[in-house]
């Protein structure tokens, strides 16, 4: 039988995303030369990839950084209308306005259909429990859509500190009991943490988005085939790394039928209400 397959995150990069400066350190690893960027990058550029894999659906994400819209609400809204049985968008808002980023947030939710909201802590040099993001929670909740957001060190030649979750993340978990949140990028060097957090509470997972199954620490593949087979949602960060490059790691993993059926879609679907 074939599996059901929901990335958790990826985005359908543009030119000018993937030429931005602070992703000099993941063109290097990825041997891309700016200057040689395509012109355009077309849906089936991402499609493919997705196909490519046997993925189901995958979380579309928007990004917004202190300039504004990197990969605008908007244009992830209008992909996913245009395969909306493959796609699914997860906006993303402008932190230090937030009274902004909550109108911006509940239009992104109400009228263009998206299903959670991601930002990014080291885009913003602010962890998760600074003050501009309470006002987020909160709308969040009201909405009923997860808030997602990178945890652990950073790939692009920025901070990683904002990434760690205790105490940061913690803290929102403890105030914001009602809000559903996923930490993607395993939390790595502090993935211990993020299990702890993930134990801790309800409605904190982690997604497994920019590693192969082959960096999962040791805790992190226990955690999967034991208790916390329902708190780990399988991502690939795709175009850093495609689908394909994770999925072909998953049978080192070691799981049983049930925690392999949670990991690659089940938990996915649950934490985002996907039908």
């Not at 593949?221 to 034991?226: M, P, Q």
Request: glycine share 8%; charged share 20%.
């Amino acid at each position: 039988m074939t599996d059901a397959i929901i990335d958790a995150w990826i985005q359908h990069p543009t030119p000018a995303f993937l030429a931005d400066p602070m992703f000099a350190s993941l063109r290097r690893w990825l041997g891309l030369d700016a200057a040689s960027l395509p012109r355009e990058i077309p849906p089936a550029f991402t499609l493919g990839a997705l196909d490519a894999a046997g993925v189901e659906r995958a979380l579309c994400s928007a990004w917004w950084g202190p300039g504004g819209p990197l990969l605008s609400n908007d244009e992830v809204a209008a992909l996913c209308r245009a395969h909306p049985t493959r796609l699914v968008g997860i906006a993303s808002v402008d932190l230090l306005h937030p009274m902004d980023g909550v109108r911006e947030l509940r239009r992104a939710v109400r009228e263009l259909g998206l299903r959670g909201l991601r930002i990014l802590p080291w885009l913003w040099r602010l962890p998760p429990n600074d003050r501009h993001y309470y006002p987020l929670y909160a709308e969040c909740v009201e909405l009923g859509v997860p808030f997602c957001l990178q945890v652990g060190h950073t790939g692009p030649l920025m901070p990683s500190e904002p990434g760690r979750p205790i105490p940061y993340l913690d803290e929102v978990a403890l105030d914001f009991p009602e809000l559903t949140i996923v930490g993607g990028h395993i939390g790595h060097p502090w993935t211990l943490e993020m299990i702890a957090l993930a134990t801790k509470y309800d409605n904190v997972y982690i997604d497994t988005s920019a590693h192969k199954p082959r960096r999962y620490p040791p805790e992190l593949v226990a955690f999967l085939r034991g208790h916390g087979r329902r708190k780990v949602l399988f991502g690939s960060n795709f175009p850093m790394l495609t689908p394909a490059q994770c999925l072909a790691e998953l049978d080192a993993l070691g799981l049983d039928d049930e925690a392999r059926r949670l990991f690659l879609a089940d938990n996915a679907r649950r934490v985002f209400r996907l039908e």
